[in-house]
């Protein structure tokens, strides 16, 4: 072995230089025939094999030296060594002079020239081989080498040790260099904080037998390994906390409106949040360090534990003291307190709040448009409208356009606002004197669907007619209208003689270019109904007779239509491309930001015309909704609900984040099933991709095993996920595939995120 650390750092430094020569350099061993005469070696190199373990003489650029170490790999490199001392290096072939095999690494010397085993080592040598180990750990720059190093040493005297006192030491330091050795492997906090603990442990035990003192010099190099071994094991855990540890934030950063009761107590919600990369933290409390004229009723509230990602809200209990009256804003000075997962305790930095505090007089509630709308009903108020101005001009302009012949297809996800688009289409053509006929699908019967589809729309037609004839002519548009048994026995030629009979009448009472227009919702019902299995024969057969029928409708140019669908509109259209063969088709989305603020800002303005909306109130309901028209007006009516019961005018930030709360937690949080237009695209729970297949299956859980592992992965900030990480099989591949191409995620390079944030809280909350 190489005795001297002088002699050592020659030789780790040898073989540094060995790994950064160029091919032309001169190697720092080189090839030597000297075997030294000793009796036993072997100068054939050529038996050389991994796992051999032996003393190797090796030769160096300035001398020779002798190692005693483990075979770990042979290559193109060279030989790989493992020394006793845990040292891995790499040397030439070449420069092996000699091998004295039989030395084992890691048992008890043997002299295999004799076949003898040599005397033990007494205690001085093997203080003196655990010193040559320590000192040698000053030129190791890797720590869990070190531990290694320790670790292998440990392992090398503890069967020689004569004092059961040293051997219990020794045997104790050992488990520590174990427990660290596999600590200093994991740098991560969430595989590190068990590997910590349980060499934390080790510590205490080896610390409790080395407590008493001792002149001893092996019992001073065992308490010295120890020593060491704590260094690395605390050095580690500072590192890796270090870098995972963040401090909690007041995330309220707007003013904060609260009222008073009678006397004059109130309640401060304060939003914390803890960043997604963080470590988790316990014992968080919120400190109040500044509060003029006010007064702490009872403790600072606390929440046990806060985990990366999470958002709660603390709720802290003061008084107002000052006169009776008074009014203006209030600065609040706080911080939070928190404890790390060693134990220390630390403090954020200090945050400002703004707090306005208003008496409880009585004032007149906020008008409240979204209850109507919250529930899911076609917004048909002008006024209640927003965004889609593109479309909708569009819409309007080529379908009142004479002759007829013009066919749109709008679709999207369910609830973000297909049937609001039909109905101010409708209510736009009839202002301009157009013939306007609408249903829905969903409530015709399905057992005579080509009947039941011209009887409803004649029926419109014909009183929409009447009303712009005079009433001379009416007579006579009865009197060629056909009747009941005309349109069951021959329903498309009945609606082609009713509609020449209402244009000649028009244009004999001088109505010229009057458009007809049919607009039709829930018209993918009927692709719902041809892929459901268990449909009677004779009802499959009238639906595909009414596809038929209605290209011939559509090729009269007779009249326009509009027809609204779900997500799976395409797909229809390709399973009937001759029917569909002259649509047109518009994808609807979400609302922009800027609309979605109108949407939540315009209907509730004052009289004065100023917006009631104050600091970053509106942004935050853009951020929770994602613009989705369905999930504003709900957010919209919960917000204006609790500021009329705080008996407030103004809305910040803390409301909005109050209503949100209110929306997922509590007796009135929201149905589970108001997310289902998120989670599939129609009503059969199948995925688009297997609309076309034969089997269909359930296609729910696969798209909420997926929002729910994105849920959790992305935190309380909606971070992007990498679809890697998701770790999605080919079912749940198809599933991701779905939602993306519906548009309930969001994909950019960083991954995939839930639009609707309000949705992606509320799957963290609710697992199952």
Wanted: glycine share 6%; with cysteine.
């Amino acid at each position: 072995m190489i005795t001297n650390l002088p002699t050592m750092r020659r030789c780790i430094e040898s073989h540094k230089s060995i790994r950064r020569l160029a091919p032309a350099e001169e190697p720092i061993f080189s090839s030597s025939n000297d075997a030294g005469g000793m009796g036993g070696i072997l100068t054939d190199t050529k038996n050389l094999s991994v796992g051999l373990s032996a003393e190797f003489k090796l030769s160096g650029a300035r001398t020779t030296y002798t190692l005693r170490a483990k075979v770990t790999g042979i290559g193109e490199r060279g030989i790989q060594f493992l020394t006793s001392t845990g040292r891995e290096i790499t040397v030439p072939r070449e420069a092996v002079v000699s091998i004295s095999p039989g030395a084992e690494l890691d048992a008890p010397r043997v002299q295999t020239g004799q076949g003898q085993r040599l005397p033990a080592r007494t205690q001085g040598e093997l203080a003196r081989s655990v010193r040559r180990t320590l000192d040698g750990l000053a030129i190791e720059p890797q720590a869990a080498v070190r531990a290694k190093m320790l670790r292998l040493q440990l392992e090398d005297v503890l069967s020689e040790i004569s004092s059961s006192v040293n051997k219990r030491r020794a045997a104790a330091v050992l488990k520590v260099a174990v427990a660290v050795e596999a600590q200093l492997a994991q740098h991560e906090l969430t595989t590190s904080t068990a590997l910590r603990k349980r060499a934390a442990e080790a510590v205490v035990e080896a610390t409790t037998i080395s407590q008493r003192p001792s002149r001893n010099i092996l019992t001073t190099a065992i308490d010295d390994s120890l020593e060491a071994l704590v260094a690395a094991h605390k050095d580690h855990w500072q590192m890796v906390t270090s870098t995972a540890i963040h401090p909690p934030v007041l995330s309220t950063r707007d003013r904060v409106n609260v009222t008073r009761g009678g006397d004059h107590e109130f309640d401060l919600p304060v939003r914390i949040s803890l960043d997604r990369s963080a470590t988790e933290l316990s014992d968080v409390a919120l400190v109040l360090d500044k509060y003029r004229n006010l007064a702490l009723i009872g403790r600072p509230p606390m929440v046990e534990t806060l985990v990366a990602g999470q958002t709660v809200t603390l709720t802290v209990r003061l008084r107002d003291n000052r006169k009776q009256g008074a009014r203006g804003d209030i600065n609040i000075d706080a911080h939070l307190r928190y404890r790390t997962p060693d134990g220390q305790t630390q403090t954020s930095p200090k945050q400002r709040l703004l707090l306005s505090i208003q008496g409880s007089e009585a004032r007149s509630d906020i008008p409240n448009p979204y209850r109507r709308y919250a529930g899911g009903l076609p917004v048909s108020r002008p006024e209640m409208f927003f965004g889609r101005d593109a479309l909708v001009h569009e819409l309007v302009r080529d379908l009142g356009k004479t002759p007829g012949g013009t066919c749109y297809a709008v679709y999207g996800q369910q609830r973000t606002g297909k049937s609001s688009v039909l109905e101010q289409v409708k209510t736009r053509l009839l202002a301009r004197k157009a013939v306007v006929a609408g249903l829905s699908m969903g409530v015709i019967d399905r057992r005579s669907v080509t009947i039941d589809f011209v009887e409803e729309i004649l029926d419109q037609f014909r009183v929409q007619i009447d009303r712009l004839l005079p009433a001379e002519t009416s007579r006579l548009l009865l009197a060629r209208w056909p009747d009941t048994a005309a349109i069951e026995s021959r329903p498309l030629r009945s609606f082609q003689r009713a509609l020449e009979a209402g244009r000649s009448l028009l244009r004999s009472a001088g109505s010229t270019g009057v458009a007809f227009v049919v607009v039709v919702d829930e018209f993918t019902y009927v692709h719902e109904i041809l892929r459901r299995r268990g449909i009677d024969p004779a009802e499959h057969n009238e639906l595909k007779d009414f596809m038929r029928q209605l290209k011939g409708l559509l090729e009269s140019r007779m009249f326009s239509a509009l027809l609204i669908g779900q997500d799976t509109m395409p797909r229809f259209l390709e399973s009937y491309p001759n029917e569909f063969s002259v649509m047109s088709t518009r994808k609807l989305d979400y609302l922009t930001v800027d609309e979605a603020q109108k949407l939540a800002d315009l209907p509730i303005r004052t009289s004065e015309d100023s917006s009631r909306y104050t600091g970053y109130a509106l942004s935050t309901i853009a951020s929770y909704t994602g613009g989705h028209p369905f999930f504003t007006q709900i957010l919209c009516d919960r917000v204006i609900t609790l500021v009329n019961s705080h008996n407030r005018s103004e809305v910040t930030q803390s409301d909005v984040e109050e209503a949100v709360e209110s929306l997922l937690s509590g007796r009135d949080r929201i149905e589970a099933h108001k997310f289902d237009c998120l989670v599939t695209a129609d009503n059969t729970h199948t995925l688009i991709t297997g609309v076309e297949g034969e089997d269909e299956t359930d296609g729910i859980e696969r798209s909420l095993t997926v929002l729910r592992r994105i849920a959790n992965l992305s935190g309380s900030q909606n971070s992007p996920v990498a679809i890697d990480r998701l770790q999605l099989d080919s079912r749940q591949t198809s599933a991701l595939d779905d939602l993306l191409l519906r548009g309930v995620l969001h994909h950019n390079e960083s991954g995939v995120s839930i639009r609707v944030l309000l949705y992606a809280d509320y799957l963290r909350r609710y697992q199952r």
